[in-house]
C-alpha cells in the first residue's frame, strides 16, 4: 500500500500551542563518499499555509518531479535556504558538527527575514542545536569550542528557538518533506557540476555515494579534495 502524503498536521498543532513560525529541517549527503552534506529550512505560518500537492520525502520522488516542485516549494514558504558545509569541514570537525554547521548557514540564511521559533528535525537525533558542552577537537589537534566561523554568526545569539526530532518527518510533515526537496536538488546539482571537473567518478550519477564504480575510480584515481578522507572510501 502506498504511504499517505505528508501533512501539516503536525504544524497545525505547534499553531495552535501559539508557534507562528515553525520550520522544517532536513539533512542530504550523510552517507557519501564525496561532496558536501546538505541541511534543507522551510519556514512556513504554521497557521494559514496551505497543502502543497505533490511533495513528499524527496528518496519517493524521481528527479525530475524533485525539480519541478522547486518553485512551487519557495513561492509555498515564508522563507527557505539550503546551508551546505564541505568534505574538508566533515573531516575536521566530524560528521554531526558538520550537519549542524550546515544547518546553522542555512538559519542564518533566512535570518535577515525570519528566524522560526520551532523547528521540527527529521531522525531520532538533534545535531542542530549546540550542545551543552561543544568542545571538541579537529582532526589536526586544535581544539574547537563550538563558535562557528564568521560568515554563520548571521543567526542572533540567544534567538529562541525549540528544536525537535520526529522520526520520519520527512514522510508526515508537510515542511520537512519540502526541506528535504530543496537539499536533494540543489546538493544534486552541486555534484553534477563537481562531475564536469572530476568526470571519471561519476558524481553526476552517484551524487558521491559509495556505489561500486565510485569506489574502483577512488581506488584507480585516488581521493580528491572533495573526498572525505577521514572515511572508509575503499
Given at each position: 500500500?502506498?504511504?499517505?502524503p505528508?501533512?501539516?498536521d503536525?504544524?497545525?498543532?505547534?499553531a495552535?500551542?501559539?508557534?507562528?513560525?515553525?520550520?522544517?529541517?532536513?539533512?542530504?549527503?550523510?552517507?557519501?563518499?564525496?561532496?558536501?552534506?546538505s541541511?534543507?529550512?522551510?519556514?512556513?505560518?504554521?497557521?494559514?499555509?496551505?497543502?502543497?500537492p505533490?511533495v513528499?520525502?524527496?528518496k519517493?520522488?524521481?528527479?525530475?518531479?524533485?525539480?519541478a516542485l522547486?518553485?512551487?516549494?519557495?513561492?509555498?514558504?515564508?522563507?527557505?535556504?539550503?546551508?551546505?558545509?564541505?568534505?574538508?569541514?566533515?573531516?575536521?570537525?566530524?560528521?554531526?558538527?558538520?550537519?549542524?554547521?550546515a544547518?546553522?548557514?542555512?538559519?542564518?540564511?533566512?535570518?535577515g527575514?525570519?528566524?522560526?521559533?520551532?523547528?521540527?528535525?527529521?531522525?531520532?537525533?538533534?545535531?542542530?542545536?549546540?550542545?551543552?558542552?561543544?568542545?571538541?577537537?579537529?582532526?589536526?589537534?586544535?581544539?574547537?569550542?563550538?563558535?562557528?566561523?564568521?560568515?554563520?554568526?548571521?543567526?542572533?545569539?540567544?534567538?529562541?528557538?525549540?528544536?525537535?526530532?520526529?522520526?520520519?518527518?520527512?514522510?508526515?510533515?508537510?515542511?520537512?518533506?519540502?526541506?528535504?526537496?530543496?537539499?536533494?536538488?540543489?546538493?544534486?546539482?552541486?555534484?553534477?557540476?563537481?562531475?564536469r571537473?572530476?568526470?571519471?567518478?561519476?558524481?553526476?550519477?552517484?551524487?558521491?555515494?559509495?556505489?561500486a564504480?565510485?569506489?574502483?575510480?577512488?581506488?584507480?584515481?585516488?581521493?580528491?579534495?572533495?573526498h572525505?578522507?577521514?572515511?572508509?572510501?575503499?
Amino acid at each position: 500500500m502506498a504511504a499517505l502524503p505528508p501533512t501539516l498536521d503536525w504544524e497545525r498543532e505547534l499553531a495552535a500551542q501559539g508557534y507562528t513560525l515553525v520550520a522544517g529541517c532536513d539533512e542530504v549527503g550523510r552517507g557519501a563518499l564525496a561532496g558536501p552534506v546538505s541541511v534543507g529550512l522551510v519556514v512556513i505560518d504554521a497557521a494559514t499555509a496551505a497543502a502543497l500537492p505533490g511533495v513528499k520525502d524527496s528518496k519517493l520522488l524521481r528527479e525530475p518531479v524533485r525539480q519541478a516542485l522547486v518553485p512551487a516549494i519557495r513561492d509555498w514558504a515564508r522563507a527557505y535556504a539550503v546551508g551546505h558545509a564541505s568534505a574538508a569541514e566533515i573531516d575536521a570537525g566530524g560528521l554531526v558538527a558538520a550537519l549542524r554547521l550546515a544547518g546553522t548557514r542555512a538559519l542564518a540564511s533566512v535570518a535577515g527575514e525570519l528566524l522560526p521559533g520551532y523547528v521540527i528535525l527529521d531522525g531520532n537525533q538533534d545535531w542542530l542545536s549546540v550542545p551543552v558542552q561543544p568542545e571538541l577537537e579537529f582532526g589536526d589537534g586544535q581544539a574547537f569550542d563550538g563558535v562557528l566561523p564568521a560568515p554563520v554568526q548571521a543567526v542572533p545569539s540567544g534567538a529562541p528557538m525549540t528544536v525537535r526530532t520526529r522520526i520520519k518527518a520527512d514522510m508526515t510533515c508537510l515542511s520537512v518533506a519540502a526541506a528535504s526537496v530543496l537539499a536533494k536538488v540543489e546538493r544534486d546539482s552541486m555534484m553534477v557540476e563537481l562531475a564536469r571537473e572530476f568526470p571519471e567518478f561519476g558524481w553526476d550519477g552517484n551524487k558521491g555515494y559509495g556505489t561500486a564504480a565510485h569506489r574502483a575510480a577512488i581506488a584507480g584515481h585516488g581521493p580528491t579534495y572533495h573526498h572525505r578522507k577521514t572515511w572508509r572510501l575503499l
